[in-house]
């Protein structure tokens, strides 16, 4: 596609309910990355993929999220019996190659979760 | 941990003025320094984007200024514009997954 797409865009759920957060990264990528976005903050790390090996998952905020990317090009986060300090909006950005001529990182128009 | 610091929080300029937001960073092992547009409601938007080995780059009217010892870094929004109004974060790219670590952001309001 000609950006990244990510979908659902607005998931309401209800505390305790797990959520599965999808993203088609620009065709090609080899890196792929979630962020996450608190209201009024810029946004911060989750994990990263390289193809379909997950590299560094150091920023997930604990045992409850989970990421795949099991073909190398579709990406899906799950959250698994969330809180309301999930709440956010789950960006994922995809960039061609993981050196310095691949540096640019295109984001998604973001997952708006919100947990009531 | 905050690597990457920015300010203002918000900034009101009057069309045709210069914007100036400004970032320091703490982590020398960054390498790749961008800034990001967001529009409410939007992903944020690969603005311009700087190597630490270059202390100035200009891309028609938005201007990143770059100082390596202070580990600073600014943007210039020169002739500020009403469409100008969004949310402007720097960020820095660096680490094992070579992510970027974003500032906080600041609200630019355009004035017409």
């Known amino acids: 596609g000609a950006g990244v797409s990510q979908s659902p865009r607005y998931k309401v759920a209800k505390r305790g309910q797990d959520v599965a957060l999808r993203c088609d990264p620009i065709?090609?990528?080899?890196?792929l990355f979630w962020y996450q976005q608190a209201l009024g903050q810029g946004p911060e790390f989750l994990t990263y993929?390289?193809?379909?090996?997950?590299?560094?998952k150091s920023g997930l905020p604990s045992d409850r999220f989970f990421a795949e990317r099991p073909e190398g090009s579709v990406s899906t986060l799950k959250i698994q019996r969330t809180q309301q300090e999930d709440s956010a909006v789950y960006l994922c950005?995809?960039?061609?190659?993981?050196?310095?001529?691949?540096?640019?990182?295109?984001f998604g128009e973001g997952s708006w979760l919100t947990v009531v | 941990q905050q690597q990457v610091k920015q300010s203002p929080q918000s900034l009101i300029v009057q069309k045709g003025g210069i914007s100036i937001i400004n970032c320091a960073y703490e982590?020398?092992?960054?390498?790749?320094f961008p800034w990001y547009q967001q529009f409410p409601g939007k992903g944020p938007a690969l603005l311009i984007a700087?190597?630490?080995?270059?202390s100035e780059k200009k891309e028609g009217r938005f201007t990143i200024s770059f100082n390596k010892s202070a580990k600073q870094f600014s943007l210039h929004i020169m002739d500020s514009q009403p469409g100008d109004s969004a949310t402007y974060f720097c960020?820095?790219?660096?680490?094992?997954?070579?992510?970027?670590?974003f500032g906080s952001g600041t609200q630019l309001t355009v004035l017409p």
């Open positions: 950005a995809s960039s061609l190659a993981h050196t310095p001529t691949g540096n640019t990182i295109y």
């Open positions: 065709s090609g990528h080899v890196s």
């Open positions: 993929f390289q193809n379909e090996a997950q590299l560094d």
């Open positions: 982590n020398t092992a960054f390498d790749y």
């Open positions: 700087i190597r630490p080995d270059v």
């Open positions: 960020a820095a790219r660096g680490g094992s997954a070579r992510q970027l670590t």
